[in-house]
């Protein structure tokens, strides 16, 4: 995959488009886009656009297969047996899903740094 195929799977998963992605960065509306023809962008552009996402550069760039997003965390928290070396109930589970939630939506609230 190359580095733009990655962002519009990112997006995707993320059910954000190409566009939005770019202004909530500074970009270009269409800057993403132009990331077809080119091969990279630039480093601090990467790694705007891996923190944005929740992943990181090395992913970005095909050195790592795996994205890391929050939808892992998700996978995480959901089978989660114990913290702290005590048992989590399901209600923990939901508690902790929850949680994450919404600390994720508040954090896409948040203007980036440009």
């Known amino acids: 995959m190359t580095v733009f ?3 519009k799977f ?3 998963k993320r059910k954000v ?22 091969k ?3 480093a ?10 929740h992943t990181s550069v ?3 760039l095909g050195r790592e297969a795996q994205p890391y997003t929050e ?4 996978v995480m928290a959901s089978h989660a047996m114990a913290f702290g070396g005590k048992p989590l109930t399901e209600k923990d589970r939901e508690f902790l899903m929850n949680f994450l939630q919404i600390y994720f ?7 980036h740094e440009s």
Not at 71 to 74: H, R, T
């Open 5 to 7: 195929e990655k962002i």
């Open 10 to 12: 990112l997006a995707d």
């Open 17 to 38: 488009s190409l566009q939005k992605v770019a202004l909530d960065l500074g970009f270009s509306e269409n800057y993403i886009y132009g990331l077809k023809r080119k």
């Open 40 to 42: 990279s962008p630039s």
């Open 44 to 53: 601090e552009h990467l790694a705007m656009i891996a923190n944005y996402f």
């Open 58 to 60: 090395d992913y970005l």
């Open 71 to 74: 939808g892992d965390l998700e």
């Open 105 to 111: 939506d508040s954090k896409e609230e948040e203007p």
